[in-house]
């Protein structure tokens, strides 16, 4: 693999750059002499051995890696970024001369690393620069990987010349979050995998995983409920839950979710596994019709055998989770059964932790019960007001996560009308997050809930606030978007949420628009680890990417070991059919008949779901502004010889 640091030439100028998430504190440290030169010193990273064997408790992951292993890999991203090879060696204490990257522990005090509540953090770090070498302490192993974080952006910004310098700096929140619909359409592991690399490079700390879902059935369609879209993305050990399964081929394995966990926890973020009951489970219902209620996606919580079942499906996913939080959904229920609604969320919070002494989270959810009130254990996450309201919710004492729509929330290939506050939009509005309550200059943070009454906020660090997860819905269904799509969507959400979560009121703000966007372009694809912007290196700045004529002595399958080519570019293509060209995320192919066919590596063919205005309102009567069409059009007519 070509090293990043070789695609810097004619870039934007990297220096004026913005680290994502800003650092908390800076110093400068021009007593420690001429910036860091990465070429000059051996290529070896030392890390303290008292230290390398640092595991953290504080954070949700029941897996976390020790700082050894998180120095590990970040060698292998230094790596890559640099093309050389680096090695990792312990050492005994921290040095007081020597030259390289040293990791280990904090130096000094370490009050400054704490959340912006007051509660110290083992996520906070200290990063210290001279001319010889680069020392990051942190309070905890995590700290330590996020330092590393750091360090790559500032050796990408500066070309592998870092200027001497001096930065403590902790996390605002510990929930920094980007939430991913696979309910509605399959995700591949290597794309899940890909996004924790991602997010992981700009400190987020949770992937939240709704792994169960379906075709909203209050948009139409409940006559036809059966022949709905519906999925559920795990694959059962026990073959008498089976039933909950369509598409056997789109779903994670025990072993598969294993080594997605694994590979999150190994870049610092906590996968948070959402399955969706007492709505939103036609998954359910459609196994087991006689638990339904009239809309057929709602569960019937007082026929005998509801609970049960559903209990039988944790029962069988609890040993999965590597996790000591997980999420069971339960929003837009009847609110006329809020008795039946609050008894269930009690009895599988109460369920769920004796069994593997794990907490739950549902959607903040309408539950006008006189008798009953949802249990002080439950983590309640905001969605919308007229379903929850934050400030009464932290007053209560629940502990409560900001996911507001208006700020947070995307729907891929869907505008969501008429469903307010409507539309929703298709990619990030970050201009929302900037500009909080179209307020210019107010950047959001995660204390910030109410856009219409700009009063009715959270103190900065309240109590029970735990942070923020931005969300990417597929309301649209499978065949409207690709898997790539779904990455476009959230590349400019997923840093800008978490450099607002990480600075908090405390930290500094990103300078402006420009400047973020110009960073995340900037870094986006030089990222170690991760290609989502599926770029291919040119040699001499050429704008081809690849001139490839096949020979005569090529066997029938040539593997041109490129993979993708991300957005935006242009096919040349001269061939005789039939033939077929693929890649890992699309695939063009030539009919013997003639028929030329685009299509998705998860077997959605091009183009997606194209139907025109009419027929969009014969399929949904009444629903004005849905997204159907993404046409692919061809200029040439297809020619078979």
């Given at each position: 693999?070509?090293?990043?640091?070789?695609?810097?030439?004619?870039?934007?100028?990297?220096?004026?750059?913005?680290?994502?998430?800003?650092?908390?504190?800076?110093?400068?440290?021009?007593?420690?002499?001429?910036?860091?030169?990465?070429?000059?010193?051996?290529?070896?990273?030392?890390?303290?051995?008292?230290?390398?064997?640092?595991?953290?408790?504080?954070?949700?992951?029941?897996?976390?890696?020790?700082?050894?292993?998180?120095?590990?890999?970040?060698?292998?991203?230094?790596?890559?970024?640099?093309?050389?090879?680096?090695?990792?060696?312990?050492?005994?204490?921290?040095?007081?001369?020597?030259?390289?990257?040293?990791?280990?522990?904090?130096?000094?005090?370490?009050?400054?690393?704490?959340?912006?509540?007051?509660?110290?953090?083992?996520?906070?770090?200290?990063?210290?620069?001279?001319?010889?070498?680069?020392?990051?302490?942190?309070?905890?192993?995590?700290?330590?990987?996020?330092?590393?974080?750091?360090?790559?952006?500032?050796?990408?910004?500066?070309?592998?010349?870092?200027?001497?310098?001096?930065?403590?700096?902790?996390?605002?929140?510990?929930?920094?979050?980007?939430?991913?619909?696979?309910?509605?359409?399959?995700?591949?592991?290597?794309?899940?995998?890909?996004?924790?690399?991602?997010?992981?490079?700009?400190?987020?700390?949770?992937?939240?995983?709704?792994?169960?879902?379906?075709?909203?059935?209050?948009?139409?369609?409940?006559?036809?409920?059966?022949?709905?879209?519906?999925?559920?993305?795990?694959?059962?050990?026990?073959?008498?839950?089976?039933?909950?399964?369509?598409?056997?081929?789109?779903?994670?394995?025990?072993?598969?979710?294993?080594?997605?966990?694994?590979?999150?926890?190994?870049?610092?973020?906590?996968?948070?596994?959402?399955?969706?009951?007492?709505?939103?489970?036609?998954?359910?219902?459609?196994?087991?019709?006689?638990?339904?209620?009239?809309?057929?996606?709602?569960?019937?919580?007082?026929?005998?055998?509801?609970?049960?079942?559903?209990?039988?499906?944790?029962?069988?996913?609890?040993?999965?989770?590597?996790?000591?939080?997980?999420?069971?959904?339960?929003?837009?229920?009847?609110?006329?059964?809020?008795?039946?609604?609050?008894?269930?969320?009690?009895?599988m919070s109460d369920f769920i932790n004796s069994t593997s002494g794990k907490k739950i989270r549902i959607w903040g959810t309408e539950e006008?019960?006189?008798?009953?009130?949802?249990?002080?254990?439950?983590?309640?996450?905001?969605?919308?007001?007229?379903?929850?309201?934050?400030?009464?919710?932290?007053?209560?004492?629940?502990?409560?996560?900001?996911?507001?729509?208006?700020?947070?929330?995307?729907?891929?290939?869907?505008?969501?009308?008429?469903?307010?506050?409507?539309?929703?939009?298709?990619?990030?509005?970050?201009?929302?997050?900037?500009?909080?309550?179209?307020?210019?200059?107010?950047?959001?943070?995660?204390?910030?809930?109410?856009?219409?009454?700009?009063?009715?906020?959270?103190?900065?660090?309240?109590?029970?606030?735990?942070?923020?997860?931005?969300?990417?819905?597929?309301?649209?269904?499978?065949?409207?978007?690709?898997?790539?799509?779904?990455?476009?969507?959230?590349?400019?959400?997923?840093?800008?949420?978490?450099?607002?979560?990480?600075?908090?009121?405390?930290?500094?703000?990103?300078?402006?628009?420009?400047?973020?966007?110009?960073?995340?372009?900037?870094?986006?694809?030089?990222?170690?680890?991760?290609?989502?912007?599926?770029?291919?290196?040119?040699?001499?700045?050429?704008?081809?990417?690849?001139?490839?004529?096949?020979?005569?002595?090529?066997?029938?399958?040539?593997?041109?070991?490129?993979?993708?080519?991300?957005?935006?570019?242009?096919?040349?293509?001269?061939?005789?059919?039939?033939?077929?060209?693929?890649?890992?995320?699309?695939?063009?192919?030539?009919?013997?008949?003639?028929?030329?066919?685009?299509?998705t590596t998860d077997g959605w063919a091009y183009p997606l779901r194209a139907v025109a205005a009419a027929d969009a309102l014969a399929l949904?009567?009444?629903?004005?502004?849905?997204?159907?069409?993404?046409?692919?059009a061809s200029t040439h007519a297809v020619g078979v010889g």
């Amino acid at each position: 693999m070509r090293p990043i640091l070789a695609l810097l030439a004619g870039a934007v100028l990297a220096s004026a750059l913005q680290l994502l998430p800003p650092a908390t504190s800076t110093l400068s440290n021009s007593s420690a002499g001429g910036p860091f030169d990465l070429a000059s010193i051996p290529k070896t990273i030392y890390i303290d051995r008292a230290f390398a064997s640092v595991a953290d408790s504080e954070g949700l992951t029941l897996i976390p890696p020790t700082a050894y292993a998180f120095a590990q890999t970040f060698s292998q991203d230094l790596s890559q970024l640099t093309g050389s090879n680096w090695t990792l060696q312990l050492v005994d204490g921290r040095p007081t001369n020597g030259r390289g990257i040293f990791l280990g522990g904090p130096s000094g005090n370490s009050a400054q690393l704490a959340y912006e509540n007051g509660t110290p953090t083992e996520e906070g770090y200290e990063l210290t620069v001279s001319s010889n070498r680069v020392y990051i302490g942190g309070a905890g192993a995590r700290g330590m990987w996020w330092g590393t974080r750091t360090l790559l952006q500032q050796i990408l910004v500066s070309n592998g010349s870092i200027p001497a310098t001096h930065l403590v700096d902790a996390p605002a929140y510990a929930t920094r979050g980007f939430m991913l619909d696979a309910g509605r359409k399959w995700y591949s592991p290597s794309f899940l995998k890909e996004l924790c690399t991602y997010a992981s490079f700009f400190k987020l700390s949770e992937f939240h995983y709704h792994l169960s879902d379906n075709y909203p059935l209050n948009r139409g369609r409940n006559e036809t409920w059966t022949d709905v879209y519906s999925h559920f993305s795990l694959l059962p050990e026990d073959e008498s839950l089976h039933g909950i399964i369509e598409r056997p081929n789109e779903t994670l394995s025990r072993t598969d979710f294993a080594d997605f966990q694994q590979h999150c926890a190994s870049r610092g973020v906590t996968v948070i596994p959402e399955i969706e009951a007492p709505g939103h489970c036609l998954y359910l219902t459609k196994w087991k019709p006689e638990m339904a209620l009239d809309k057929k996606d709602l569960l019937n919580l007082s026929h005998p055998e509801a609970i049960p079942t559903v209990k039988s499906i944790w029962a069988e996913f609890l040993p999965w989770f590597e996790t000591k939080e997980v999420h069971i959904g339960a929003d837009e229920y009847d609110s006329t059964l809020a008795d039946d609604y609050i008894t269930f969320v009690n009895e599988m919070s109460d369920f769920i932790n004796s069994t593997s002494g794990k907490k739950i989270r549902i959607w903040g959810t309408e539950e006008p019960s006189e008798n009953l009130t949802i249990s002080k254990d439950v983590i309640i996450q905001h969605w919308q007001y007229g379903q929850s309201d934050p400030i009464a919710l932290q007053a209560d004492g629940y502990d409560i996560i900001n996911s507001e729509d208006w700020w947070a929330y995307m729907s891929l290939k869907n505008d969501h009308m008429p469903i307010n506050p409507a539309p929703y939009p298709q990619f990030f509005n970050e201009t929302r997050v900037l500009n909080f309550a179209n307020q210019p200059g107010w950047q959001w943070t995660p204390a910030d809930y109410n856009p219409v009454n700009t009063t009715l906020q959270l103190p900065a660090g309240a109590r029970g606030n735990k942070g923020a997860i931005l969300a990417a819905w597929n309301d649209n269904g499978p065949d409207a978007t690709t898997q790539l799509e779904a990455y476009y969507a959230m590349r400019r959400g997923i840093p800008l949420t978490g450099a607002r979560a990480w600075s908090g009121s405390r930290g500094p703000a990103l300078p402006s628009s420009s400047t973020f966007s110009a960073a995340v372009d900037f870094f986006s694809p030089r990222i170690p680890g991760q290609n989502l912007d599926r770029r291919i290196p040119t040699t001499n700045n050429s704008t081809i990417v690849l001139d490839w004529t096949r020979a005569p002595t090529d066997p029938d399958i040539v593997d041109l070991g490129l993979g993708s080519l991300g957005m935006n570019h242009t096919l040349r293509l001269s061939a005789r059919g039939p033939f077929a060209l693929r890649g890992p995320d699309t695939a063009l192919a030539l009919a013997a008949d003639g028929a030329l066919t685009f299509s998705t590596t998860d077997g959605w063919a091009y183009p997606l779901r194209a139907v025109a205005a009419a027929d969009a309102l014969a399929l949904d009567p009444g629903q004005p502004g849905r997204v159907w069409v993404n046409a692919t059009a061809s200029t040439h007519a297809v020619g078979v010889g």
